[in-house]
C-alpha cells in the first residue's frame, strides 16, 4: 500500500542526485580536501590524539561529514518541494501526510549512504581503510547515522519556508552541527561549554559509533559505548520524525503553497 | 401522490457540502456554501480573485479544515476520512504541481506511485491521455522545455492518472493565452466525454465557464446566485448594448425609457435589450449619433450575468 509511494520519493532523489554531477563531486572532494589538507595540516601541530595519528583519526569524522551533508541537502529538498510545487503533489496522493515525511528522511538516508559507500571506496582505493574495520558495524553505523541526519535536515526543513536563507541554514545548523561534534577532536578534549553542546548533539553519537567501527575495536578514540550510540541515534530519529509530521500535519505547511498568488502578501 | 423513483439516500451525490465556513483571522475567506452537485455534473464555481474559490476547492479536497461545515466526497465524509476521500478525488491547482527538472514521463511516473499504480498501469494510461491531449512527442522532454498551455494539460493528465471519480480543477485557464485557453477546455471537454467523471472548475474568467453543466457565482465567499449558464444568460436578454459617450448622464436619460436600466462602468454604460430584432437599437443609434462615441452590441456572456447580479439588478430587464 504505502510501498510504492515512498518508492516515488526514493527514486526521485536518486535520479535527481545523480543528474546535479556537482552535488556528486563536492560530497567527495570536500572530505577529502578536509582530509588531506586539514588532515595533514593539524596532524603535524598535534601528532596522535588517543593513541592513532590524526588523519586516521579524521576518517570517521569525513565520513560522517559526508553523510551530515548529503543528507541535510537531500532533506531540504522537501522545501524546495514545497517552493516549487512538487509537494502538491503529495500532499493530494491517498496517504496520510506522516509518510510523506517518513519517506523524504528515508530518501535523504539513501542519498547520505549512497555517498558515503561511494566515499568509503574512494578512500579504500587511497588505502585509508583500516583492516580493523568492524564492516557489520560500519553498516549499522551508515544506517542509523544517516537516519539522524536526515532527521536534522527534516526538523530544518519543518521550521523553514524558502530556501533564499539556505546560506542561514549552513551557518547556524550545519556547520554548529558538523564542528560541536567529535569529528575533529574527541568530545572529551573540549572545553566544558563546547562539550556540553556537543553531548546533546545527536550527530556527535553518529561520529562516536563510525569511531568505534572504523578505528579497531579496542580504540580510546571514541568518547560513548556503542550502545549509547545507537539508542540515541535511534531515539532521536523517531523524535524527529514526529516533530516533523506533527509541524507538517497542520494546515499552515501548505499555505506557501496554496498562496503564491492570492495570499497575503509576504 | 408517489413521488417518482429518484432516491437521493441511495445515490448520494457527488460532492455536497453543508454550511461551509473558512475563518482566517478576522477574514471570512468562505461564509455559509451548501453545494450539491450530481454525479457526472460539470459544475462551475465562479467568482473573482479571492471571491473564496480556491480555499473551498481546499476544504472539498480534504487540504484545508473548515470552520464549520461538512463535506462529502460520494458517501465518504472528508474530515473523517480525508485518505479514503483523496483516493476518489483529482485535483489539478492552481499553480503547478509538477517537477520541472524532471521529463513528462518521469513526473508522470511519480504520479502514478503515489496513486500506488503498478507501473505498467501507470505507463499505459499516462499514454492514452498524452494522446488524448496531443502530447505524445513531448513524452520525454523536460517539463522546464514545456510552454505554459502544455504544463497546464500535463499537470490535467497528472490530476486523472488515477481515475478519479471528481476533478477539480482549480483555475485551470489562468495566465494562458487565448488560444490555450481554448485548448484546455477541448481537453476538458473530451476528458469528460471519455470518462463522464464529474468535475468541478473553477475560473475568474466567468464568460469562459457556458459548456458547465449548472455554474455557481460566488463573491466574498458567499453564493450570489447559481443556474445553468444558458438560461442565466436568457434572463438577461438577447443583447447587450455598449455605448461611450462623454456625456453619459444625458444618453442614460435618453435611452433608459426604451431600454430600462443600466450598468455603468468608466465611461462606458450597459444595457441590456430583449428582442432578437436589431432594429429598435439601430433606430436608437441614430437618434443618438451626437451624444454616443462608440456603440457596439453583443451577445451577453456569464460575466454579464455576474455584473448585473453583483451590482444588486434583477436579471429580467
Ligand atoms: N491561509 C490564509 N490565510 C489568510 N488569508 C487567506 C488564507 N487563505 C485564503 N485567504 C484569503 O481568503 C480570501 C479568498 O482566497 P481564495 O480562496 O484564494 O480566493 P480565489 O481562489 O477565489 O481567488 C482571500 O482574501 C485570501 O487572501
Ligand atoms: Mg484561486
Known amino acids: ?266 | 401522490m408517489i413521488a417518482p423513483a429518484i432516491d437521493q439516500t441511495t445515490t448520494p451525490a457527488a460532492i455536497s457540502a453543508a454550511g461551509l465556513v473558512k475563518r482566517y483571522g478576522a477574514l471570512t475567506a468562505v461564509d455559509g456554501l451548501d453545494l450539491e452537485i450530481p454525479a457526472g455534473q460539470f459544475f462551475g464555481l465562479l467568482g473573482p480573485n479571492g471571491s473564496g474559490k480556491t480555499t473551498t476547492i481546499h476544504m472539498l479536497a480534504t487540504l484545508v479544515r473548515p470552520s464549520t461545515g461538512r463535506v462529502r466526497i460520494g458517501d465518504i465524509d472528508v474530515s473523517q476520512h480525508p485518505v479514503l476521500a483523496r483516493r476518489q478525488i483529482g485535483l489539478v491547482f492552481q499553480e503547478s504541481a509538477l517537477d520541472r527538472t524532471l521529463t513528462v514521463r518521469e513526473n508522470l511516473r511519480f504520479a502514478g506511485w503515489l496513486y500506488n499504480l503498478p507501473a505498467a498501469v501507470s505507463e499505459r494510461r499516462s499514454a492514452e491521455l498524452l494522446e488524448l491531449f496531443d502530447m505524445t512527442d513531448r513524452r520525454d522532454k523536460p517539463v522546464v522545455t514545456l510552454s505554459g498551455g502544455m504544463r497546464r494539460a500535463l499537470d490535467i493528465v497528472r490530476g486523472v492518472l488515477h481515475e478519479p471519480r471528481v476533478l477539480f480543477l482549480d483555475e485551470p485557464t489562468i495566465g494562458l493565452d487565448l488560444p490555450n485557453r481554448r485548448r484546455i477546455w477541448r481537453f476538458i471537454e473530451r476528458l469528460r466525454a471519455r470518462t463522464g467523471m464529474t468535475v468541478l472548475l473553477t475560473t475568474h474568467y466567468l464568460e469562459e465557464a457556458s459548456p458547465c453543466d449548472r455554474v455557481c457565482f460566488i463573491r466574498k465567499g458567499k453564493l450570489v446566485d447559481e443556474g445553468e449558464p444558458a438560461a442565466l444568460v436568457d434572463k438577461l436578454g438577447r443583447h447587450i448594448l455598449e455605448v461611450e459617450a462623454d456625456d453619459l448622464d444625458t444618453l442614460k436619460a435618453r435611452l433608459a425609457p426604451k431600454l430600462g436600466d443600466c450598468l455603468i462602468d468608466g465611461d462606458t454604460a450597459f444595457f441590456r435589450h430583449g428582442e432578437e430584432d436589431l432594429s429598435e437599437l439601430a433606430q436608437l443609434q441614430t437618434d443618438t449619433a451626437e451624444l454616443a462615441t462608440a456603440w457596439r452590441v453583443r451577445r451577453p456572456n456569464l460575466n454579464d450575468v455576474f455584473m448585473w447580479i453583483s451590482a444588486g439588478k434583477e436579471l429580467r430587464a
Open chain 1, 1 to 266: 500500500m504505502i510501498a510504492r509511494p515512498i518508492y516515488a520519493v526514493l527514486e526521485r532523489e536518486v535520479v535527481r542526485m545523480l543528474r546535479q554531477k556537482t552535488r556528486l563531486v563536492s560530497a567527495m572532494v570536500r572530505p577529502l580536501i578536509w582530509l588531506l589538507v586539514i588532515g595533514t595540516g593539524f596532524g603535524t601541530v598535534i601528532g596522535e590524539s588517543r593513541g592513532i595519528p590524526y588523519q586516521s583519526f579524521l576518517i570517521p569524522g569525513v565520513i560522517g561529514m559526508t553523510m551530515l551533508f548529503g543528507a541535510m541537502l537531500a532533506a531540504l529538498t522537501t522545501v524546495y518541494d514545497k517552493e516549487s510545487g512538487v509537494m502538491r503533489m503529495m500532499i493530494i496522493a491517498p496517504l496520510p501526510h506522516f509518510w510523506i515525511v517518513i519517506a523524504k528522511v528515508l530518501s535523504a538516508a539513501l542519498a547520505a549512504i549512497l555517498q558515503a559507500l561511494l566515499l568509503i571506496v574512494l578512500l579504500a582505493l587511497l588505502g585509508f581503510i583500516s583492516a580493523e574495520t568492524d564492516f557489520a558495524l560500519l553498516a549499522l553505523a551508515l544506517l542509523i547515522t544517516s537516519l539522524a541526519c536526515a532527521g536534522i535536515g527534516m526538523l530544518t526543513a519543518s521550521f523553514t519556508r524558502t530556501l533564499d536563507n539556505f546560506a542561514a541554514i549552513m551557518n547556524f545548523v550545519i556547520f554548529p552541527v558538523f564542528f560541536l561534534s567529535g569529528s575533529l577532536y574527541p568530545v572529551q578534549n573540549l572545553p566544558e561549554i563546547l562539550r556540553w553542546i556537543a553531548t546533546i548533539n545527536p550527530y556527535t553519537y553518529g561520529v562516536d559509533l563510525l569511531k568505534h567501527a572504523m578505528l579497531g575495536s579496542t580504540t580510546m578514540a571514541a568518547d560513548f559505548s556503542r550502545l549509547t550510540d545507537i539508542s540515541v541515534l535511534i531515539s532521536f530519529t523517531l523524535l524527529a520524525i514526529a516533530i516533523s509530521s506533527w509541524r507538517f500535519s497542520r494546515e499552515t505547511a501548505y499555505e506557501p503553497m496554496i498562496h503564491r498568488l492570492t495570499g497575503p502578501k509576504r
